[in-house]
């Protein structure tokens, strides 16, 4: 049983060495672990200090991707390099290496497919108390799209199984953790959550540079994969509810023109036309979309097989396909 410990990574020389010092070296059921960064275009010495702690893989991009690329090109990495488990965790130290013990036995014991530590956002000092209420609306947003109950959607400190790590896409350029829960949600993925600890901060957040712009560009991630899964829910609802009002404002004509003031009351008549044929539209819409996702599951089943026969490549064919350039 094969563990690889992957470390999404961006001008973080100063606190890799935090990082690297709090990553377990042996857990029960696991015969080998083994760790990967993911350099995003660094500008400092980010590879050498790698290289100088002993992580055995890197995987380098020449420029600055954004964490969803990079986890990918990490998880692409991971598997062919035949890692049976696949942990994500930041270059902060942001989570307490300790638990990855915790988040990978439910792998172990065959009872997930996918682990995320729950952090304790609650009592974590360096939140704000906006910050906490957004993470906890956020998740609660997650759930609902996802139909899961994880209850800590933004954290990045999660476990694969191999046969989760080959299905998974990401297709935002922003983030890796909401798509991810929702896709897995939608093909019914074997999910669950571990409570995990957390460390003091050691620099601030780079994924955003405030808080209303993560919010808008995290409704972005969550709506788009809502759409992308479950277009025919989401049209049909906006669908009926214009058709709704049209219809409402259809009775409203009628009372008056029954009054015999119909004609001072013409706009509702045309509003309510326009509304109908928006409804109908949107409606059409969603059926062309539950269309499209029922031939991207095909696909995503192709992708799947595909990438389970890539892993079979030779070591040097599999340094290619993991990045812009593989150690």
């Known amino acids: 049983m094969k563990l690889i410990i992957q470390i999404p990574c961006?001008?973080?020389?100063?606190?890799?060495?935090?990082?690297?010092?709090?990553?377990?070296?042996?857990?029960?059921?696991?015969?080998?672990?083994?760790?990967?960064?993911?350099?995003?275009?660094?500008?400092?010495?980010?590879?050498?200090?790698?290289r100088e702690l002993g992580f055995h893989h890197i995987v380098s991009f020449k420029q600055n991707k954004g964490l969803a690329k990079g986890f990918m090109a990490?998880?692409?990495?991971?598997?062919?390099?035949?890692?049976?488990?696949?942990?994500?965790?930041?270059?902060?130290?942001?989570?307490?290496?300790?638990?990855?013990?915790?988040?990978?036995?439910?792998?172990?014991?065959?009872?997930?497919?996918?682990?995320?530590?729950?952090r304790p956002i609650d009592e974590t000092e360096h939140f704000s108390w906006k910050k906490k209420k957004f993470q906890h609306l956020g998740s609660w947003v997650v759930r609902v799209a996802s139909g899961t109950d994880i209850p800590d959607a933004p954290s990045g400190?999660?476990?694969?199984?191999?046969?989760?790590?080959?299905?998974?896409?990401?297709?935002?350029?922003?983030?890796?953790?909401?798509?991810?829960?929702?896709?897995?949600?939608?093909?019914?993925?074997?999910m669950s959550s571990v409570p995990i600890r957390t460390n003091p901060e050691t620099r601030p957040s780079r994924l955003f540079s405030s808080m209303w712009?993560?919010?808008?560009?995290?409704?972005?991630?969550?709506?788009?994969?809502?759409?992308m899964y479950k277009p025919l829910a989401f049209f049909l609802s906006i669908g009926f509810l214009l058709m709704f009002f049209g219809i409402v404002l259809g009775i409203r004509f009628l009372v008056y023109m029954g009054m015999g003031d119909g004609s001072g009351h013409i706009q509702s008549l045309i509003l309510t036309a326009i509304l109908l044929m928006m409804g109908?539209?949107?409606?059409?819409?969603?059926?062309?979309?539950?269309?499209?996702?029922?031939?991207?599951?095909?696909?995503e089943d192709v992708q799947y097989r595909v990438?389970?026969?890539?892993?079979?490549?030779?070591?040097?064919?599999s340094k290619k396909l993991s990045g812009d350039k593989h150690e």
């Open 10 to 50: 961006y001008n973080e020389e100063q606190t890799l060495e935090l990082a690297y010092n709090d990553l377990p070296r042996h857990i029960d059921g696991i015969d080998t672990i083994e760790y990967l960064i993911i350099n995003d275009g660094s500008k400092d010495n980010t590879v050498e200090k790698a």
């Open 157 to 190: 400190f999660r476990a694969y199984s191999r046969d989760a790590a080959l299905r998974l896409n990401v297709v935002n350029e922003y983030t890796y953790t909401l798509e991810t829960i929702i896709q897995a949600g939608n093909s019914k993925t074997a």
């Open 74 to 118: 990490g998880i692409d990495a991971c598997l062919h390099l035949g890692a049976d488990i696949i942990v994500n965790t930041d270059a902060d130290n942001q989570y307490c290496g300790a638990d990855i013990e915790k988040i990978v036995r439910p792998i172990l014991e065959g009872k997930s497919d996918i682990v995320i530590g729950e």
């Open 307 to 317: 990438r389970k026969m890539e892993c079979g490549k030779s070591d040097e064919e």
């Open 213 to 227: 712009r993560y919010m808008k560009r995290s409704a972005t991630v969550i709506t788009r994969s809502f759409i």
């Open 280 to 299: 109908f539209q949107t409606i059409t819409i969603g059926l062309l979309g539950d269309t499209i996702a029922a031939n991207r599951k095909l696909l």
